[in-house]
């Protein structure tokens, strides 16, 4: 069950509470539309993921505004309603954004993130945001090896394919995507979006899974591409 906006906590209803069974947590769940009691999957630990930030540069109001709404369902959920909490928030540290902003800084991708990293812990203390359980950084070696396996998973079962040296996620093979945002697929022109993939893409609706690295950019070679 895929869950955001709308948090509100109510009384009532004992089976979905937390191990204190004082309350119930009721989340508006975009999928169905509608108010729900919160249970969480497995056992009595909630697992939360969110996109942290993509560190090319400090975060803004808009990426703490975030940030601060999902303290605030952590500190709920955990506090309040009294179940075990494992979150976890990654930093992207490798895109077009962050190898552009370190080049021309003149520094290395590491050093560059390295910094923006810190900035954004800088901030959130400041902002009295609880730490969560883990930071993964998509440069992670172990992170990388479970993106490899993702994407091989995904080309086996004929959702990705591969151009130019990189990977596509074929969005003609999955019927369900965009179904959490209510996307009319009848109503998505082929060509609608541009951009420097285009023309590797067999439908421009595709998106990137494993991006080919250009010269002189930082490159992970894990058998993926041609």
């Known amino acids: 069950m895929r869950l955001r906006g709308r948090r509100r906590v109510l009384p009532d209803d ?7 069974g004082l309350i119930t947590v009721r989340l508006y769940n975009t999928l169905t539309r509608r108010q729900e009691p919160f ?12 996109c942290g930030l993509t560190v090319y540069a400090r ?19 955990r506090h309040v309603a009294g179940f075990d909490v494992q979150q976890i928030v990654n930093f992207t540290d490798v895109d077009d954004k962050t190898i552009n902003a370190s080049r021309a800084a003149g520094e290395s991708l590491r050093a560059y993130t390295d910094r923006y990293i810190a900035a954004y812990r800088e901030d959130a203390a400041a902002l009295g945001i609880e730490q969560v359980e883990a930071y993964p950084r998509a440069t992670d070696e172990e992170n990388l090896r479970a993106m490899v396996e993702m994407v091989a998973a995904l ?9 130019d040296g990189s990977v596509y996620f074929r969005i003609a093979t999955d019927p369900d995507y965009g179904r959490l945002a209510r996307l009319d697929h009848d109503g998505i022109m082929p060509g609608a979006r541009i951009d420097s993939d285009q ?21 992970w070679d894990f058998g993926v591409g041609p």
């Not at 808009?62 to 500190?75: C, E, P």
């Not at 080309?155 to 151009?163: F, K, L, T, W």
């Open 199 to 219: 023309y590797a893409k067999q439908d421009a609706r595709d998106f990137v899974l494993w991006k080919a690295s250009a010269p002189g950019e930082p490159a």
């Open 155 to 163: 080309e086996a079962r004929g959702h990705a394919y591969r151009s």
């Open 39 to 50: 249970t969480p999957a497995r056992g009595g630990t909630v697992r939360m993921y969110a």
């Open 14 to 20: 004992k089976a979905a509470a937390g191990r204190s």
């Open 59 to 77: 975060g803004h109001i808009g990426n703490f505004r975030t940030f601060v709404a999902l303290d605030l369902l952590r500190r709920t959920l």
